[in-house]
């Protein structure tokens, strides 16, 4: 059973940087795609980037040029390194699994990002 764990997220300044880490344990999700959600307040989970197996990589419009979504299969372990932090991009964000567009991991704890006017 694989298990996903979000790090990285903080509290910054509008037009600041963050790169969050998803990390997985028991088992090996190298062939999996991996994407990256956030949930606002009162809003749903919505996909922020998602990359494959092959390592292609596909970007909700309201991030793309400022979002970029990478895997180190060695370390088990998908990244987002956000750029250019708006106000909007405050959330919860989460990793997950899929397979298309069907999630196949429960929601873990997340990781909080805050950006600051």
């Known amino acids: 059973q694989v298990q996903l764990v979000e790090s990285g997220g903080d509290l910054v300044q509008a037009g600041g940087s963050l790169r969050l880490s998803c990390a997985a344990s028991?088992?090996?999700?190298?062939?999996?795609?991996v994407g990256w959600y956030r949930q606002a307040p009162g809003k749903q989970h919505e996909l922020v980037a998602r990359i494959t197996s092959g390592g292609s990589t596909n970007y909700a419009d309201s991030v793309k040029g400022r979002f970029t979504v990478s895997r180190d299969n060695a370390k088990n372990t998908v990244y987002l390194q956000m750029n250019s932090l708006k106000p909007e991009d405050t959330a919860v964000y989460y990793c997950?699994?899929?397979?298309?567009?069907?999630?196949?991991?429960?929601w873990g704890q997340g990781t909080r990002v805050t950006v600051s006017s």
């Open positions: 997950a699994r899929s397979i298309g567009s069907v999630i196949i991991d429960s």
């Open positions: 028991g088992s090996i999700f190298s062939n999996n795609a």
